[in-house]
């Protein structure tokens, strides 16, 4: 995010405002994971494929046992997805869409040939659903959740958050109507989230900061 806390720019265009460092960081952090979850409306306007690229990284999860990449989950309420995005043109891993049966049957069947659906029978996604389908069908045990602000935002709310890797570029873009890292939202998240400070690294002018979410006692 912008020094004044924004994730994106006027035109919600990709994060190509970020260094390379930050894009290696990125990377390092998808490799760590079993699964890699993004919002539908990320993947839409970023148009990413969502893997890693061939060589140390993916050998090294070969050597932890993790396959090449991680799984790429896209979630969804309304399952307008389309499958011609650039994601489904990569086999590098199983993909796998969350939605719920408001997903149009035409998608279905056109998306059937490219991923994994799950349908929740519910107007909403339940994600918390969705973490122990993967946990149980997939096998996996961490999840790099890469945004958008809606996505976050829904499972900072449900507790579904332990770690938040923030790298704080050195712009402001201002906006009032700019999505910070909890989105548009006018409203206050339910109760203030507390973190802690675990890590920080400064690396040119951007500061790479690693937060702890403090959970709530249920
Ligand atoms: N600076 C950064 O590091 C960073 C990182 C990521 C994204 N971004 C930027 O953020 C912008 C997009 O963020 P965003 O907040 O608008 O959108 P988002 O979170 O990426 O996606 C929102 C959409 O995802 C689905 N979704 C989100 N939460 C859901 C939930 N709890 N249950 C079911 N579906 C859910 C819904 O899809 P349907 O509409 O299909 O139902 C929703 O409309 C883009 O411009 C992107 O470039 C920036």
Not at 9 to 16: F, G, I, L
Not at 54 to 67: H, I, Y
Not at 172 to 179: C, N
Request: proline letters at 5%; one cysteine or more.
């Amino acid at each position: 995010m912008t020094v004044d806390g924004k994730i994106t720019t006027r035109e919600n265009a990709p994060v190509d405002w970020t260094s390379r460092e930050d894009k290696q960081h990125l990377l390092r952090m998808r490799a760590l994971a079993d699964a890699v979850v993004v919002g539908h409306s990320t993947l839409k306007a970023d148009n990413v494929r969502l893997a890693l690229p061939k060589g140390e990284l993916r050998d090294e999860r070969v050597a932890r046992g993790q396959s090449p990449c991680p799984i790429r989950v896209i979630v969804s309420n309304a399952g307008r997805v389309d499958p011609n995005l650039r994601i489904f043109e990569s086999t590098v891993s199983p993909i796998v869409i969350f939605s719920t049966t408001r997903m149009p049957r035409a998608s279905q069947k056109l998306l059937r040939e490219k991923a994994t659906l799950h349908l929740s029978d519910t107007s909403q996604l339940d994600l918390v659903w969705m973490l122990q389908q993967l946990r149980t069908e997939y096998k996996v045990r961490t999840v790099a959740c890469e945004g958008g602000a809606a996505l976050f935002r829904s499972m900072l709310e449900l507790g579904l958050i332990d770690q938040l890797n923030l790298t704080i570029a050195p712009l402001l873009f201002g906006g009032s109507d700019a999505p910070t890292l909890t989105g548009v939202g006018k409203e206050f998240l339910p109760g203030s989230v507390r973190c802690s400070l675990e890590k920080v690294k400064k690396i040119g002018d951007e500061c790479f900061l690693t937060y702890r979410i403090k959970h709530r006692k249920r």
